[in-house]
């Protein structure tokens, strides 16, 4: 099924470990992000990408590192896991457009200890 | 970034009842899209539905639809028969091209539906 591919499902980390959060798309979209979803903080992003090669830091860009070598893949690395690193982290794709709405991954629960 | 307030943290619907939920977002570009997604217990992120700025007419998807008030800055979504389905949290969004293509996320709205 074409869509955006998010792995793993469900992490736990210990402080201090580190870990990359898979995504990819089928879709041939140029623009991909990462979100991380807070209880009443609604979506934050985190890093984008506009194309391959090419990476841009969002809202809370801190702990985290992204690489675009592919159009299909952007990996979300966490350095070193804090806990305030526990969130539902979620991945996502579209066309380099505006009247576009993202496709989403299904979400990783990540829990830091 | 624009700034997208949802200024009901939790709302109740009766099944078969109508709900709105509310929306206001802060910009001064005239050329932008608005979203509602829908983030039921799955944690599935669902587009429900989108309007275009430029557009005066209010977006329609079956028992969905928006209120779209360009100059008071606001865009409400109606539920109309609501179903034990529509339980979730809805999400309002903004994008733009000076937003850098990012979807910027209202902190969302926790819908419950009653028998």
């Known amino acids: 099924n074409a869509g955006v591919t998010q792995t793993p499902k469900f992490q736990v980390l210990k402080t201090g470990q580190s870990m990359t959060l898979q995504c990819a798309q089928d879709m041939n979209h140029e623009y991909m992000s990462w979100y991380r979803q807070d209880p009443g903080m609604g979506l934050r992003l985190i890093h984008y990408s506009v194309g391959a090669g090419i990476t841009d830091q969002g809202e809370v860009p801190n702990g985290y590192n992204v690489s675009r070598s592919t159009t299909e893949d952007f990996p979300l690395r966490l350095l070193s896991a804090a806990p305030s690193q526990t969130s539902v982290y979620f991945c996502a794709s579209s066309p380099l457009a505006v009247n576009y709405g993202y496709t989403f991954g299904s979400g990783t629960r990540l829990t830091v200890v | ?115």
Do not use: H
């Open chain 2, 1 to 115: 970034a624009q700034t997208v307030t949802q200024s009901q943290p939790e709302m109740s619907v009766q099944e078969a009842e109508t709900v709105t939920l509310s929306c206001t977002y802060d910009t001064s570009e005239s050329d932008y899209y608005l979203f509602w997604y829908k983030q039921p217990p799955s944690r599935q992120m669902i587009l429900v539905i989108r309007q275009e700025a430029y557009k005066q007419q209010n977006a329609t998807e079956n028992r969905f639809s928006v209120n779209f008030q360009k100059a008071a800055k606001s865009f409400s979504l109606k539920i109309s028969d609501s179903q034990l389905g529509d339980a979730a949290m809805y999400f309002c969004a903004y994008r733009s091209l000076n937003s850098g293509y990012a979807l910027n996320f209202g902190k969302g709205t926790s819908l419950l539906v009653t028998p």
